[in-house]
C-alpha cells in the first residue's frame, strides 16, 4: 500500500458544510493524487500535487480545493458539501520512476 | 482529453480462463495499469506494462499489448472464484502530471 492512510474512512455530513479528508503518506513521494469513484465512471482525477506547495487541477475540480504544506500530506477539502459529492474519495501515490502507482483504501463520503 | 474503455461485465466458469480488454486513446501512453478492486476496498495494483513491450506474464496474468490498435488485454488463466472483483484499466504518461486515466470497469464474475 505504499505507506498511504487516508482518514477518516467514514463520514457523513450534512449539504453546506465544509469537509476536509486527509491523505497521508511515509514514503516521501513526489507526486499525490485525489480522485473520486462513482459508478460507471471509474476514477476521476480531483487534485494533484507534484511537491510541497505545488498543485493543480484535474478534471473533476469544481467545489473542492487542496493543500499540501508538508510532503506527507495532502489535504482535499469540500468548501461547501453538496449531493453530487457523495462518493468515495482515493488518494494515490505515484512512485519517483512514475513505474507504480498505489492507491489509499478510500475514503466513503455522504453527503446528506 | 484522454479516454479509456472497458466492456462493463465478464462471467466465465471457474477453471476458464478470462479475458478483460481495453482500448485507449492517448498515443502518449507510458505506462499501462491492471488494478482489481474487491467489494468495499481499495484498488490492489495487479501488474502493469511498459509501452514499448508487448506482452507481459506473471504468474496467473498474461498482459498483452497492441500499441498500433491501443489495445491493451488482461487474460487471467485458471480463473477461480476469488477472482470475481472489478478490474480496472488505466494509462499514464512520463511527462506532466503523471495521472492515471480509468476506464470504467470490468466486472468479472466466476461461476463455480
Known amino acids: 500500500d505504499a505507506g498511504i492512510t487516508q482518514s477518516p474512512r467514514h463520514k457523513v455530513t450534512e449539504t453546506g458544510t465544509p469537509v476536509t479528508l486527509r491523505c497521508h503518506q511515509t514514503?516521501?513521494?513526489?507526486?499525490m493524487y485525489w480522485y473520486r469513484q462513482d459508478p460507471g465512471h471509474g476514477l476521476r482525477l480531483i487534485h494533484y500535487?507534484?511537491?510541497?506547495?505545488?498543485?493543480d487541477k484535474g478534471e473533476v475540480s469544481d467545489g473542492y480545493s487542496v493543500s499540501r504544506s508538508k510532503t506527507e500530506d495532502f489535504l482535499l477539502t469540500l468548501e461547501s458539501a453538496t449531493s453530487s459529492q457523495t462518493s468515495v474519495y482515493f488518494c494515490?501515490?505515484?512512485?519517483?520512476?512514475?513505474?507504480?502507482?498505489?492507491f489509499g483504501q478510500g475514503t466513503r463520503l455522504t453527503v446528506v | 482529453g484522454e479516454d479509456v474503455e472497458q466492456s462493463l461485465f465478464l462471467s466465465v466458469r471457474e477453471g476458464d480462463s478470462s479475458v478483460i480488454n481495453c482500448t485507449y486513446t492517448?498515443?502518449?501512453?507510458?505506462?499501462l495499469y491492471w488494478y482489481k478492486q474487491e467489494p468495499g476496498a481499495g484498488l490492489q495494483l495487479l501488474t502493469y506494462?511498459?509501452?514499448?513491450?508487448d506482452m507481459k506474464q506473471d504468474q496467473r496474468l498474461t498482459v498483452l499489448l497492441n500499441k498500433k490498435d491501443k489495445h491493451l488485454s488482461l487474460r487471467i488463466a485458471d480463473t477461480q472464484t476469488g477472482d470475481s472483483a472489478i478490474y480496472f484499466c488505466?494509462?499514464?504518461?512520463?511527462?506532466?502530471?503523471?495521472?492515471?486515466?480509468f476506464g470504467s470497469g470490468t466486472r468479472l464474475q466466476v461461476q463455480p
Open positions: 500535487s507534484y511537491g510541497v506547495k505545488d498543485t
Open positions: 488505466a494509462e499514464t504518461s512520463d511527462t506532466g502530471r503523471r495521472a492515471l486515466t
Open positions: 506494462i511498459f509501452s514499448n513491450m
Open positions: 492517448d498515443s502518449s501512453s507510458t505506462y
Open positions: 514514503e516521501n513521494h513526489r507526486y
Open positions: 494515490a501515490i505515484t512512485t519517483s520512476k512514475n513505474t507504480e502507482a498505489f
